[in-house]
């Protein structure tokens, strides 16, 4: 069975850091393009990262480019999101998703306020 | 960015009605690759966003054939043939064949 267990979230001062965990189970973890999507309280979904098999590539909107880095690492069949100068406004869940949004964990909440 | 217009944003059923959702692209989702990546989410109240559709009209792992997905282009369409009542939610369109990535506003199926 495909499991996604997100964690890490919580609550943040603006502009500062928060670093995101999703452990990934019953698949070959590094077959599979893996990607962080995220839900403002209330609101609609919104792609934050991409990235590809080896981790060689990756995929940000605007929105977050140049602030959050997506990371993967293989062996421990974990994905990651290290967010920086955090604002209000990235207040959401934060769902990991399997290649194709096939699979969805089932979020972290993260909270950014002072 | 794609813009994805999703109609209705509210749409009430009573179950057993067959329903429809639109999703009209501000520009084709029609790839290089020849494949379009339109996909169709469903979000129950409380839960994680669940892939029904993919590819347009390829039906995803475990997801009922009430379910079909249609459309090419710009113009998408989300059916559903007898609504039951764990089809209540909100249901997304969303795109992948231009970055970014871009999903529609939802429309909310709720009982009639």
């Known amino acids: 069975e495909v499991q996604l267990v997100e964690s890490g979230g919580g609550l943040v001062q603006p502009g500062r850091s928060l670093k995101l965990s999703c452990a990934a189970s019953?698949?070959?973890?590094?077959?599979?393009?893996m990607a962080w999507v995220r839900q403002a309280p209330k609101k609609g979904l919104e792609w934050v990262a991409t990235?590809?098999?080896?981790?060689?590539?990756?995929y940000y909107p605007d929105s977050v480019k140049g602030r959050f880095t997506i990371s993967r690492d293989n062996a421990k069949s974990s994905l990651y999101l290290q967010m920086n100068s955090l604002k209000s406004e990235d207040t959401a869940t934060y769902y990991c998703?399997?290649?194709?949004?096939?699979?969805w964990g089932q979020g972290t909440l993260v909270t950014v306020s002072s | 960015d794609v813009v994805l217009t999703q109609t209705p944003s509210i749409l009430s059923a009573t179950i057993g009605q067959s329903v429809s959702i639109s999703c009209r692209s501000s520009?084709?989702?029609?790839?290089?690759?020849?494949?379009?990546?339109l996909y169709w989410f469903l979000q129950r109240p409380g839960q994680s966003p669940q892939r029904l559709i993919y590819?347009?009209?390829n039906l995803g792992s475990g997801v009922p054939n009430r379910f079909s997905g249609s459309g090419s282009g710009t113009d998408f369409t989300l059916k559903i043939s007898g609504v039951e009542a764990e089809d209540l939610g909100v249901y997304y369109c969303?795109?992948?064949?231009?970055?970014?990535?871009?999903f529609g506003a939802g429309t909310k199926l709720e009982l009639k």
């Open positions: 998703a399997r290649q194709a949004f096939a699979y």
């Open positions: 019953g698949f070959t973890f590094s077959n599979y393009y």
């Open positions: 990235i590809s098999t080896s981790g060689s590539r990756t």
């Open positions: 520009q084709s989702l029609l790839d290089s690759d020849g494949n379009t990546y």
């Open positions: 590819l347009v009209s």
């Open positions: 969303m795109q992948a064949t231009h970055a970014p990535y871009t």
